[in-house]
């Protein structure tokens, strides 16, 4: 059974490209929040945003803000299933409406109609509204961008502490925007083991790392991008599963690289895919009872992303 994935870098730029020409500039002319659990902040009350102009969107991690004037900001923070849809204001070609049960919050502008949903019964989105960039400050968890930062910097954020290359490239504290997936995508590019501990790692290795991170998630922003041209991602089309993917959610599948079948580590409600002849010698670690020993050496819950 597959795992479900928090949306990570490409799919939050995917969903920014997509928002920046449809709301900033545009007031917001109304909001509907049918529960209120999904709104995590009291001070100021999320009906402080309305009447306002969206100013600019951003990343924070795997977060998106919108900034509107007055300078209030508000935090989406999607999670494991929740997602963004849009529908145009006044449009010629009417709508399957979303379901009740699955939307959290609407958010109408003058443009048209934004909507955060989320599937299944745990609900685990949220929203924040913040006073400042200082407070909006206090929510990012400080990692890195890994499309940005130096070798040096990226060498030394990796050997901070001595932890296995799955756990260091998915803490948020550590690298920004980086989760399940694409820690898979990127481990198999750099032909690394996801056990391998990051203080043994030689320097050829920390290069490999770091180009392999820029690459893949270069190439995906791109793919994305050309995916969503002049369109909204629509239901299904931001998820943790691409037929493109070379190891993550293939398991037993042949690598496209060499042919092996794909293996996997589970432990909790995190799973790793990884090829075994590409990175780890021909090893295979797919083994419950190793999971086991890891213990605080994998990656966080999804909760806690």
Sequence with gaps: MRTRCVPELPEILAYLDALQPRIIGKRLESLRIPGPFVVRTFEPPI??????????????????????????????????AGRLRWADAGGDTP??????????ATFRFESGTLTLTEAGSKKRASLHVVRSAAELSRHDPGGM???????????????????????????????????????????????????????RMSDAQVAALHGAARRTLEHWMHALRRQFAGRF???????????????????????PTCGAAVQRIRYADNET?????????????????????LKDDWPRTLQEE
């Design 145 to 199: 961008d890994p499309l940005t930062c130096s070798l040096a910097d990226f060498a030394a954020t990796l050997r901070r502490e001595n932890h296995t290359l799955k756990r260091s490239l998915t803490d948020p504290r550590q690298f920004s925007g980086i989760g399940n997936a694409y820690s898979d995508e990127i481990l198999h590019a750099a032909r690394l083991s996801p056990l391998l501990l990051t203080r």
């Design 95 to 104: 709508k399957k409406p979303v379901a009740s049960k699955i939307a959290l």
């Design 47 to 80: 009906e402080e945003i309305l009447g306002r102009r969206v100013l600019q969107t951003r990343r924070l991690g795997k977060r998106i803000v919108l900034e509107f004037d007055g300078e209030l900001f508000l935090v989406i923070h999607l999670m494991i």
């Design 273 to 293: 895919n990884y090829c075994p002849r590409c990175q780890t010698g021909g090893r295979v670690l797919a083994d419950r009872s190793l999971s086991r020993l």
């Design 233 to 255: 991602p629509g239901p299904g089309e931001i998820t943790a599963f691409r037929p493109d993917f070379v190891v993550h959610g293939r398991f037993e599948m042949a690598c």
